[in-house]
């Protein structure tokens, strides 16, 4: 269980045991790392912000810890190569990871679709790699890199939300990272939407994600409400993805249509509440099921935000989609770094 702390405490790192107390901070590039259940991306990032060399592995967490640190070391030496940046060189290591993260400790506290608990993920590579390294949640880094470089750019208080197998969360106030003193502020998609619903109905994310929008269609067509997207599948239930839902959707299918248009309104509902709560000006929408959708996805969500915020002068917020994208946790976490290291 995390350790309770302040807000206000800044995440330390973990530092190579070479470097010398009181040493100068290290300047240079900075790796970022978007680690997932199934992929991960590295790359490294200049001084000017700009992407100089990135390497993508399957994250294989079936085969352990030690198996996925030595992936992440190897997409490091790819992108160094590639890049010509020397292990000297580099200011230090920013990775996002999935699930509960004390970036404090840089700890991984729980992660479920890696078969993480408690993992010293900042100590691990640190000791690998001779730099100092950070860890935070994989949505705090999205949302962060799209704060310095993205969509969230020229706003101080933003909320990213990011749909896809789950949905995730995470908040900016006052430009920075707000983690709450219980170290999970953000997770919207764990808020609780329908208590009286059955166990695994209830929250926002068993409604809105990808995969509840997906099961829904599936549920649906089984009980025989027509649709073209059995077609597009061949008649495979298991094979309906994201991108046919959003062909199905753009091209007038009713069932997708209904299907769709629902879950954005529940998650509109959701951030019209904590756009209320915190009087936000930004919500940056990513994830695969929001890259998939598009424009039409973003504007129902904002037309409900918008319907739900109070008072009048919060339905004045902006809800946009990421303009980084996949990039968007990878350039998080070397911005989570950088800061960190010069801060």
């Known amino acids: 269980m995390a350790t309770e702390k302040s807000e206000k405490q800044q995440p330390k790192a973990s530092k190579p045991k070479a470097e010398p107390k009181g040493s100068e901070r290290r300047v240079g590039p900075v790796i970022g790392i978007d680690l997932g259940g199934t992929n991960m991306q590295v790359g490294i990032v200049g001084p000017d912000d700009k992407l100089l060399a990135r390497a993508k592995r399957k994250t294989k967490a079936e085969e352990g810890l030690n198996a996925i640190l030595d992936r992440i070391v190897q997409a490091i030496e790819e992108c160094r190569r590639e890049s010509k940046v020397r292990l000297t060189d580099l200011a230090g290591l920013g990775i996002g990871a999935p699930g509960a993260v004390d970036p404090h400790e840089g700890v991984v506290l729980e992660a479920v679709n890696l078969r993480w608990n408690d993992v010293p993920l900042a100590e691990l590579l640190s000791d690998r790699l001779g730099i100092p390294c950070f860890v935070d949640n994989d949505v705090n880094a999205a949302i962060y890199g799209e704060n310095q470089l993205g969509a969230g750019q020229q706003s101080d208080n933003v909320l990213g939300v990011w749909v896809g197998t789950g949905i995730g969360g995470g908040l900016i106030l006052n430009r920075k990272l707000f983690y709450g003193h219980y170290l999970t502020a953000g997770e919207i998609g764990h808020m609780i939407l329908f208590p009286n619903n059955p166990p695994g109905s209830r929250s926002l994310e068993h409604n809105c994600s990808r995969t509840a929008v997906v099961e829904r269609v599936q549920k649906l067509m089984r009980a025989n409400r027509k649709s073209s997207i059995l077609e597009m599948v061949g ?85 946009v989609a990421s303009e980084l994208e996949d990039d968007a946790g990878l350039m998080g976490a070397a911005m989570i770094a950088r800061d960190r290291i010069s801060g």
């Open 235 to 319: 008649g495979d239930w298991d094979k309906v993805r994201s991108k046919t839902l959003a062909k199905a959707y753009q091209e007038g299918d009713e069932l997708a249509i209904e299907v769709v248009d629902d879950a954005a309104d529940m998650l509109g509902v959701a951030i019209g509440s904590i756009v209320t709560l915190l009087s936000l000006e930004r919500v940056v929408l990513g994830g695969g099921l929001t890259e998939a959708m598009g424009q039409p996805f973003v504007d129902r969500v904002q037309k409900q935000t918008r319907r739900f915020a109070f008072p009048d002068r919060c339905k004045r917020v902006q809800v």
